[in-house]
């Protein structure tokens, strides 16, 4: 029988590589997000190229009412989730607190934090009915250290750290696995949406080393998600060979 599992923010990067990394692998997928064109080329592909069902569900996580909307109306076929990925996320400025916008920070927060605890509040009846499942959370290095700059951002992956100990705590009694991936630099549209479109300060964040591509890091997350079913990795850092951390690269001059 096909597993299935849903991805919040699959309209790229990390997603959208995690949905097609699944539907090479047979899965069931349901994809979600705020751009529906994307979603809807998405779902064509991972349909077309892989033969897999795929159901498309446009929401924004920040919205409480469209997220819970959505998922308490799942077709019967579909309610069988066996993988939930907290993906959606995102960084917005690189300024110092004081000058930092604060609209910008209620964006994280509501994405990052709120989103998560949205999605996975709507989600978790549906594991619990089936006495199994695994919610992996998608943090960041940035929840390991604080960085100048880096304020919020870094406050709500802290967020997603700690929630994810503690559903890996609570969720025990229902044989639910909880994972939380902390990736590093992933060469995406991430800088450039913290950057706010300024290109140059994008692709600066990547220049004199190989960071990770999206597809490494939804290999990782497909072998923390294939693992038998007695064998559960809580927590996973995972960085290219020049990164060791947060503040720490090699990079060529």
Not at 180 to 196: C, D, I, N, Q, W
């Amino acid at each position: 029988m096909n597993k299935t599992i849903l991805i919040t923010g699959a309209t790229s990067g990390i997603g959208e590589a995690c949905a097609i990394k699944f539907a090479k692998e047979g899965y069931s997928i349901i994809i979600t997000g705020r751009r529906k064109e994307r979603l809807a080329a998405l779902k064509s592909k991972l349909e077309t190229e892989y033969n897999v069902s795929v159901l498309l569900l446009c929401f924004d996580v920040q919205n409480k009412e469209e997220v819970f909307t959505n998922i308490n109306a799942l077709p019967k076929e579909w309610q069988k989730i066996d993988i939930l990925l907290n993906n959606a996320g995102l960084a917005l400025g690189r300024d110092n607190f004081e000058d930092a916008d604060i609209t910008d920070w209620e964006t994280m927060i509501n994405t990052n934090v709120t989103g998560l605890l949205y999605v996975t509040k709507a989600v978790l009846p549906l594991l619990i009915n089936e006495k199994k499942g695994h919610i992996i959370n998608i943090g960041s290095t940035a929840a390991k250290e604080v960085y100048e700059n880096g304020n919020t951002y870094c406050a709500s992956k802290y967020a997603v750290d700690a929630l994810s100990k503690a559903m890996r705590i609570d969720l025990l009694k229902h044989n639910i696995k909880v994972t939380a991936v902390h990736p590093g630099a992933v060469e995406t549209a991430f800088s450039l949406v913290r950057y706010k479109g300024e290109q140059t300060k994008a692709s600066a964040t990547y220049e004199g080393y190989k960071p990770l591509a999206a597809e490494d890091v939804a290999e990782t997350i497909f072998y923390c998600a294939t693992l038998p079913s007695h064998v559960c990795i809580n927590d996973l850092v995972i960085t290219c060979t020049e990164q060791a951390s947060s503040f720490y690269f090699h990079k060529n001059q």
